[in-house]
Each structure stands twice: as C-alpha cells, then as structure tokens.
T-cell receptor, first 108, second 115 residues
C-alpha cells in the first residue's frame, strides 16, 4: 500500500516563502507530484519529481530525496491567490495516492 | 479542448437509490481514475482503469462499480446509495508514458448528497 504525510495547515504573509513537506511510503515508486486545489475547485497539477533533486517552475519548486522517501513543495513570493490546499501524490506503476492536503493561508 | 468532463455536477439521492456518474476525456489517455474527497481526508482512490475494457479496485471500492467500455469514458455506479457515500467525486486521467505519466488531469467534480 501507499501512505503519505504532510502538515495540515500553514499560514504566511504575502511575499514570504513557504515549504510544505511530504513523507511517503510506497511499495513501488514512479514519481512524487504536487497539486493545488482552490475552495470548490478541482485539483490542478503543479510539479513532479521522478528523480532526486529540485525542479523549478516559476515561483513554485519541488524537491525529492528518494533515499529519505521525502519531498517538499516550495512556494516563493507568496501571493493572496496562493491561498489553497496543496496535495502531494505518489505513483506506483498504475495508481496515484494522495496525502490529506495542506491548507495554505496567505495573509496581507 | 474540453479535457475531462463529469456529469452530473450535482445530484441528491435517497438512501437505496442507484445512479451512475459519467466521466469523458478527449485526450486519448490510457489511464482513468475515480476519487472521492471528504473534508480533511484528501483524495481517496475508488477504482481505476489502465485501458479500455479493464478496471481495478482502489483503496475504497466497496459500494461502487465501474465500467470502461470505451477508451474515452469511465462510469462510476452506485447500486444502493448510502449516506456514507455523500462526497465530492473527481474523475481524472493521464497518459501511460512519461513525462505525462505523473500528471493527472481532473474533471470539475460531481457533488453527491445521499439523504
């Protein structure tokens, strides 16, 4: 089976940097990905890592350490529109399993 | 390009009634998934399909059935709805091969209430 752990809530001010950690257990590993979901909306893909290291996509970066079964999503230059839930997801060959999500609240 | 389309968007059922949720994708994706989302519990996988004519159970399959007769469609059925099935249901799809294999495209969701 698969399991993922991530913090439930994070609060930060506009312009700050937030790091959301994710630890996982899986029987087979094909990648760790991150999704954003605004209230009432559908999850949308942000970033993924299949290999160790940092992937940068604009203000968002994602990091993976397969030996530690650990990854994180880094949100830089926080904006009010970044207030949302963020989910990490791990893929075995066929299935993607999600963490419970981290609610990020950005304050002015 | 519509992506993933779910119907209906909202439905209210009485306990014991049956219904089917339809998911259609126009991206020629091999893999399709049904998740349910409840407050504080993230997305839990109900059933999935790795291709036309195939289905498999996820982590919470009880009370649901699925079919994938055509590559573009993935149906989720509730034979006898229960209040515990009140949830938001999301369909998602992805291609088989990298780099898109880790990228799920989600539908807008179907909000189901069972009274």
């Amino acid at each position: 089976g698969q399991s993922l752990e991530q913090p439930s809530e994070v609060t930060a001010v506009e312009g700050a940097i937030v790091q959301i950690n994710c630890t996982y257990q899986t029987s087979g590993f094909y990648g760790l990905s991150w999704y954003q979901q605004h209230d009432g909306g559908a999850p949308t893909f942000l970033s993924y890592n299949a290999l160790d290291g940092l992937e940068e996509t604009g203000r968002f970066s994602s990091f993976l350490s397969r030996s530690d079964s650990y990854g994180y999503l880094l949100l830089q230059e926080l904006q009010m529109k970044d207030s949302a839930s963020y989910f990490c997801a791990v893929r075995d060959r066929d299935k993607l399993s999600f963490g419970a999500g981290t609610t990020v609240t950005v304050r002015a | 390009n519509a992506g993933v389309t779910q119907t209906p968007k909202f439905r209210v059922l009485k306990t014991g009634q049956s219904m089917t949720l339809l998911c259609a994708q126009d991206m020629n994706h091999e893999y399709m998934y049904w998740y349910r989302q409840d407050p504080g519990m993230g997305l839990r996988l109900i059933h999935y399909s790795v291709g036309e004519g195939t289905t498999a159970k996820g982590e919470v399959p009880d009370g649901y059935n699925v079919s994938r007769l055509k590559k573009q469609n993935f149906l989720l059925g509730l034979e006898s709805a229960a209040p515990s099935q009140t949830s938001v249901y999301f369909c998602a799809s992805r291609p088989q091969s990298p780099p898109g294999a880790n990228v799920l495209t989600f539908g807008a969701g179907s909000r189901l209430t069972v009274l």
